[in-house]
């Protein structure tokens, strides 16, 4: 009985002092699924398709899912997931945006997700660009607004640098890439040494990563689909593929920086900035004065509004890295308010 009393003290006091960590858990079992590299097994929520395509002496597979409105008002919104989740994680904004008319493409880069992992690709971010903008084609959509969340940013901005003429609109979702963590003093590692750190990727590191950073050190069971979509394809049978294919973007982010040519943006743009948000990549392997620099989304996202010709600003206090996720009613509402109507809209 003492013995009982000593552990329900240790727990107690573990508890208390260790509130996020408690935090983590889960009220009911969490289902931990595992994925083929291409998400095989996950189901989306609307139908899939695949734009096939050669690229660097290869056939490719791009899966998208194109969702048309009953009341079409001539707008094409284009999503662009991050690098930690999928176009299937846009799907409350999928719906809000079908239901006030827009025809919404949202799209699985190269790399991730549904969409072909190759086992050797140069990754730019003008190579994705040209594949995302060769999908578009493909669907005759001239004009279209790109919605880019994180990731999906820096490649949003390489696309409308290099087509300024067939985007109607950038909106970024707190877009990393708006400092230059290279410049700043985050150390270089290879790609193998990418590789190995993404080979110990789990549900538990991707949790606990976005709840610091994606939340604002909040969770909800809400999130948790999102880090078994993700964790799924770690516990499959493509594991390596998936590992090596993520740390192959890693390198591509770390080296390629949008953060110079901010200046050079010649099409509307929006930032919609999730304050806590403290996302900086290779942050951890920066000594700890580096790290103190790095991730301040309020002071970044006024420094790139000041430089992106007519730019605008919609700050969440609030809220973190994903506010499209963590509160979509206040995500949607600035959303909706921010888009531009394109001149040349087809409402046919």
Do not use: R
């Given at each position: 009985m003492p013995r009982f009393f000593v552990r329900m003290f240790l727990f107690l006091t573990i508890a208390v002092l260790h509130p996020v960590t408690a935090q983590n858990t889960t009220t009911s079992p969490v289902h931990q699924p595992a994925y083929g590299p291409e998400l095989q097994g996950y189901d989306y929520p609307y139908p899939v398709h695949q734009f096939e395509f050669s690229s660097q002496k290869q056939t490719m597979?791009?899966?998208?899912?194109?969702?048309?409105p009953k009341s079409f008002n001539g707008q094409v919104i284009v999503l662009m997931h991050?690098?930690?989740f999928c176009s299937a994680t846009w799907k409350a904004s999928i719906d809000v945006l079908e239901d006030a008319g827009y025809r919404v493409i949202a799209i699985d880069q190269i790399g991730f997700c549904k969409s072909t992992k190759p086992q050797l690709y140069q990754y730019t971010f003008q190579q994705l660009a040209r594949n995302t903008h060769a999908l578009?084609?493909?669907?005759?959509?001239?004009?279209?607004?790109?919605?880019a969340h994180s990731t999906g940013g820096m490649i949003a901005i390489r696309y409308a640098l290099m087509y300024p003429a067939s985007t109607n609109?950038?909106?970024?979702?707190?877009?990393?890439?708006?400092?230059d963590w290279k410049a700043k003093g985050v150390p270089s590692i290879s790609v193998d040494q990418w590789y190995e750190r993404e080979l110990q990727t789990n549900a538990d590191k991707i949790r606990?990563?976005?709840?610091?950073?994606?939340?604002?050190?909040?969770w909800s069971d809400s999130y948790e689909p999102w880090v078994q979509m993700l964790a799924g394809m770690y516990r499959g049978p493509g594991k390596d593929l998936v590992a090596w294919n993520s740390a192959l973007l890693y390198d591509m982010i770390y080296t390629q920086p949008v953060y110079y040519e901010f200046e050079h943006i010649a099409v509307?743009?929006?930032?919609?900035?999730?304050?806590?948000?403290?996302?900086?990549?290779?942050?951890?392997?920066?000594?700890?004065?580096?790290?103190a620099q790095l991730g301040h989304y309020p002071a970044l996202a006024k420094q790139a509004v000041a430089r992106i010709p007519g730019a605008k600003l919609v700050e969440f206090p609030d809220l973190g890295h994903a506010p499209q996720v963590q509160n979509p009613?206040?995500?949607?509402?600035?959303?909706?308010?921010?888009l531009v109507a394109s001149p040349s809209a087809d409402t046919k």
């Open positions: 597979h791009m899966a998208y899912m194109d969702v048309k991050g690098k930690n578009l084609e493909s669907l005759s959509i001239q004009k279209p607004t790109l919605v609109q950038l909106v970024l979702v707190n877009p990393i890439g708006l400092e606990q990563y976005e709840q610091n950073t994606y939340y604002a050190a909040t509307p743009t929006l930032l919609l900035i999730g304050d806590k948000d403290n996302t900086a990549i290779g942050k951890d392997l920066a000594p700890p004065s580096v790290q009613a206040t995500f949607h509402t600035a959303l909706l308010k921010g």
